[in-house]
């Protein structure tokens, strides 16, 4: 079983305010788990970004995003339009990165793997 399978696997669990978020060394560990997604935003946030020709698999893997992340209790930024879609990912009651952001891409890889 590979890091991101085990990742996929996982559950959220809740965060309340005051959570901490992973320091930049575990964030960047984490992120070698994942396919294709990058730090952003001064470590606060990872990102992927998906091309496609056309409308419908754009439409259609943002919805897929949204899906995982709300049965997870996670609510990423997503943008799409004809032929790409972008998901972000961060934990504001943490201000920053945290584990849920990280489970939550993997089971969207595994998605669309």
Request: hydrophobic residues 40%.
């Amino acid at each position: 079983m590979t890091d991101a399978t085990t990742l996929a696997s996982r559950s959220c669990e809740a965060c309340e305010k005051g959570t901490p978020p992973l320091d930049a060394d575990k964030a960047r560990e984490m992120l070698q788990q994942l396919d294709g997604w990058n730090i952003k935003d001064d470590g606060r946030a990872i990102t992927k970004r998906w091309e496609f020709k056309g409308f419908l698999k754009a439409q259609g893997v943002a919805n897929l995003a949204a899906a995982i992340a709300d049965r997870q209790g996670h609510h990423p930024d997503i943008r799409f339009g004809w032929g790409y879609c972008e998901v972000d990912f961060t934990t504001h009651a943490a201000g920053g990165l945290t584990e849920n952001d990280f489970i939550c891409a993997a089971r969207i890889d595994a998605a669309l793997a």
